[in-house]
């Protein structure tokens, strides 16, 4: 059974540039959600999804980032223009319905803008 | 503001010991209690729960501990492996809201 699925793995990006995320939710589960890891703030929230809808965006830093979900099965991330603050680890996680110990994280985005 | 505090950001305990990983936090909505489990380039991995109306849960060597008013919570792991070594994230949530994580604590556990 395919786990949540996000690619690219690894991006080095030049400062100015667009930078787009990708995540496929595992199938069936309602809840997707962005997070971003940096040493200096830990694991923090982004945005989430109930159902395709956005239902929190108050952790998207600046209108320099947007997410959407066009649909059940894909989500994006995109930043632009991307600057050397935003390198970090980014990582998708879903879920079905909404209980902490059901979250399952995908292997994360390591993104470098230089 | 952070709402879930992990103090300690590295643990170095020898294997067969004790660790013990503490957290606090400061919304005393929280009503329910995790820890994930962090390996290098892989996504966090649930480990254990408490709901707020529990002091502690049990799950083979990990035992969490739920002191409400302290707003703190500890994850002891007894005995300790060479394969638990990892970063161990707090998180809490109130229900109908999402996770908030703490920065995490690098756990090295030497044989």
């Known amino acids: 059974d395919a786990g949540v699925i996000q690619s690219p793995r690894h991006e080095v990006t030049e400062m100015g540039q667009e930078v787009t995320l990708r995540c496929k939710p595992i199938?069936?589960?309602?809840?997707l959600f962005w997070y971003r890891q940096t040493m200096m703030r830990g694991l923090e929230l982004l945005i989430y999804?109930?159902?395709?809808?956005?239902?929190?965006d108050s952790g998207m830093p600046e209108d320099r980032f947007s997410a959407k979900m066009p649909n059940a099965s894909f989500s994006t991330l995109k930043i632009q223009p991307s600057e050397p603050r935003d390198s970090a680890v980014y990582f998708c996680?879903?879920?079905?319905?909404?209980?902490?110990?059901?979250?399952?994280f995908g292997e994360g985005s390591w993104l470098t803008v230089v | 503001d952070q709402q879930v505090k992990q103090n300690s950001p590295s643990l170095s305990v020898q294997e067969g010991r004790i660790s013990i990983l503490n957290c606090d936090y400061t919304?005393?909505?929280?009503?329910?209690f995790l820890w994930y489990k962090k390996y290098p380039a892989e996504g966090p991995t649930f480990l254990i729960s408490?709901?707020?109306?529990?002091d502690k849960n049990e799950d083979g060597r990990f035992t969490v501990f739920l002191n409400k008013s302290a707003k703190h919570l500890s994850l002891h792991i007894v005995p300790s492996q060479p394969g638990d070594s990892a970063v161990y994230f707090c998180?809490?949530?109130?229900?109908?809201?999402?996770?908030?994580f703490g920065k995490g604590t690098t756990l090295s556990v030497s044989s």
């Open positions: 996680a879903s879920s079905q319905g909404y209980s902490g110990n059901t979250i399952y």
């Open positions: 199938s069936g589960h309602d809840y």
């Open positions: 999804f109930n159902n395709n809808v956005p239902i929190d």
């Open positions: 919304n005393s909505m929280f009503d329910y």
């Open positions: 408490i709901s707020s109306i529990k």
């Open positions: 998180a809490a949530h109130q229900a109908g809201t999402a996770l908030i």
